[in-house]
């Protein structure tokens, strides 16, 4: 166990190492990233959450936003109690910062302990546990998850499910079936994306393992074969029973899917039907494997001039799937070994001897035989998941999973998401590389040595600071100030109205003034519509319609209109001086960052104005 410790350790060091300064900033820095604006949206539901909590209202609903109609919160159905038991239990009784980084924190240390101890129970080597949950753990799909989706963060349920379900298939016992009971009431009380992705991976462990089992033992009378019916049994009643007791979390989906996705138009916030065509923009490239990151202060500037092709994809995030070259030679080294033990099982009993000689190859045991077999499986069944809908060669179109999927679940569109179940078959298949070649070394000083050397490969192939990807959330524009220490309870209005979809940044900075407003509408609402009849704040109908919903302040951000470079955005931004609805109050001047560091307060001009017409 204090071995184990060990390993613990040296996962908190390197977390604390790779997000620096984050450890030392929890409670005013997040992880962050230029190019996206999603982090705000967690950090404004933490704040909500206490907000409702102290003011004892309805944690459901709330009027802060999309004024006066309000939102209602959880009415998608995508609700997993567990998850918003922890979430709302760190909002109450921390900070939104804190609330935010505990998981992110969190998440990673627990990605990294259950694919070790997954490895762990694989190899009984330790190096290279210690390995392989490094590869897991920091690999750059899990830093992207972290700047852009919290949610997302949640991966430790992969590896655990795999443990668990494996440990339960070695020995059936009662604490093992627990366990994997856990392990499947934990996987499925998150994220809905991280249910999907790894419920894909057991559906093929559990065929790859009745395959194998019947091919290997003869058939179904066979008594070894029966243990396994045995084993498919339990697995099958334990994940029934889990999924009966978290059942009322899935049928608002099931209801919502059955009555709502095809009654709807596709789009980024149906939260129900998505577009099909993000299908092709989020699905991995032939290069997303094998580059790089973007971030990569040394390696990502060639990615840098892909991101956006064809052939590597669109985002700096989504499509972050590196798997490591070193990592992919480990693993590679495994699959050699494999199939050569695969052809050894061809030579008569007379000749092995001889073979190993010859080959070089030594005999794996029964159980590394069919574990280097399923995570080989499983690399080539998530890698055929994370591709476009169909490949075209020529006349010839080549259909793949996520075509008949989106048939299935049209909730789903981000596909090249099932890069992180590639990359944990990755790094079990790496580690076992790994343990073969450090077998091929007497002496554990030496041993360690490789292990090390290795986990630094990887740890710089995976690199991705400086400059640090932290953001400074702790101030606001100084506009938001001003507004909270404004006397009386009023509502305010943030322009250009956010009509094609929600603000999260103009959410976030709710944080720092507390006032309702009638923005973040969402397209399809009943608000979104009243909002688009009130986009030109010029028109004097438009200050009338402020004043009925009491609105007494509107902030013109005025680089918003300049960014555009539409000259009709131009024209408005000039004739809203003109609108004798509105009383012009002062401009705060743009703001930015201190040198060196991301922040949240950068803004532009901003102009105020009274709403003095007459509803």
């Known amino acids: 166990m204090k071995k184990h410790l060990i390993a613990a350790i040296i996962l908190i060091i390197l977390i604390a190492a790779i997000t620096f ?98 490895i762990f129970y694989l190899t009984a080597r330790r190096p290279a546990a210690l390995f392989g949950a490094i590869i897991f753990a920091f690999c750059p799909y899990q830093f992207s998850r972290a700047w852009q989706h919290l949610s997302l963060t949640y991966n430790q349920w992969i590896p655990m499910a795999f443990l668990a379900a494996i440990a339960l ?89 059955l009555m709502l996705s095809s009654k709807t138009q596709a789009g980024a916030y149906n939260s129900h039907r998505r577009s099909f065509n993000d299908l092709f923009e989020q699905s991995a490239r032939p290069l997303s494997y094998f580059l790089p990151p973007a971030t990569h202060p040394v390696l990502g500037k060639f990615t840098e001039s892909l991101v956006g092709s064809n052939i590597y994809g669109s985002s700096f995030t989504e499509h972050a799937l590196y798997l490591g070259w070193l990592p992919l030679a480990f693993a590679f080294l495994a699959y050699r070994r494999w199939r050569k ?20 190859i030594e005999k794996i045991t029964a159980q590394e035989d069919i574990y280097l077999g399923f995570f080989i499986w499983l690399a080539v069944v998530a890698w055929l998941f994370s591709q476009p809908p169909w490949w075209e060669i020529g006349p010839l179109k080549i259909y793949m999973p996520s075509f008949f999927m989106y048939k299935l679940l049209p909730m789903f569109r981000a596909y090249c998401r099932f890069g992180i179940v590639l990359q944990l078959a990755v790094a079990v298949l790496a580690a076992f590389g790994l343990k073969y070649i450090m077998e091929k070394y007497r002496g554990k000083i030496k041993q360690r040595i490789i292990a ?42 943030q322009y250009p109205l956010d009509v094609k979809g929600p603000n999260d940044v103009r959410k976030f900075y709710q944080i720092f003034h507390h006032r309702p407003m009638i923005n973040a509408t969402l397209p399809d609402t009943e608000s979104n519509e009243i909002a688009k009849k009130m986009v030109k704040l010029s028109d004097f109908k438009t200050a009338r319609q402020l004043a009925a919903m009491k609105v007494k302040y509107v902030l013109v951000h005025r680089q918003e209109y300049l960014d555009t470079e539409l000259v009709s955005e131009r024209e408005e931004l000039g004739s809203i001086a003109k609108n004798h609805g509105l009383r012009f109050v002062r401009n705060f001047s743009a703001e930015g960052c201190d040198p060196g560091e991301m922040c949240v307060q950068v803004t532009g001009p901003v102009d105020v104005y009274e709403v003095v017409a007459k509803h």
């Open 169 to 257: 298939k070695e020995n059936p016992s009662r604490k093992n079936l627990l366990f994997f009971a856990a392990a499947i009431f934990m996987l499925f009380s998150f994220d809905y994306t991280i249910m999907f992705l790894t419920g894909i991976g057991l559906l093929a462990w559990f065929g790859y393992a009745f395959i194998y089992y019947f091919r290997r033992k003869g058939g179904l009378g066979d008594e070894v074969f029966k243990k396994y019916l045995s084993y498919f049994k339990k697995s099958f009643v334990a994940g029934v029973l889990v999924l009966a007791i978290l059942s009322p979390q899935f049928f608002p989906i099931i209801k919502n899917r």
């Open 21 to 118: 300064p984050l450890v030392f900033k929890v409670t005013t820095h997040i992880p962050g990233f230029f190019s996206s604006d999603e982090p705000y949206a967690p950090l404004w539901d933490s704040w909500r959450i206490q907000n409702s909590y102290q003011h004892h209202s309805s944690f459901a609903d709330t009027n802060l936003i999309r004024y006066p109609q309000g939102a209602k919160l959880y009415e998608s159905g995508y609700l997993t109690y567990l998850w918003i038991g922890w979430f709302y239990f760190l909002s109450i009784f921390t900070t939104p910062v804190l609330a935010y980084n505990i998981q992110i924190l969190f998440n990673f240390f627990l990605a990294g302990i259950f694919t070790y101890f997954l």
């Open 341 to 360: 033990n695969q052809k050894r099982k061809g030579v008569v009993k007379d000749m092995r001897d001889a073979f190993e000689r010859i080959t070089g």
């Open 452 to 493: 090390g050397l290795c986990c630094g490969v990887v740890l710089f192939e995976f690199w991705s600071w400086p400059p640090y990807k932290v953001i400074n959330v702790s101030k606001a524009p100084e506009v938001y100030s001003w507004l909270k220490n404004q006397p009386g309870n009023f509502v305010i209005a």
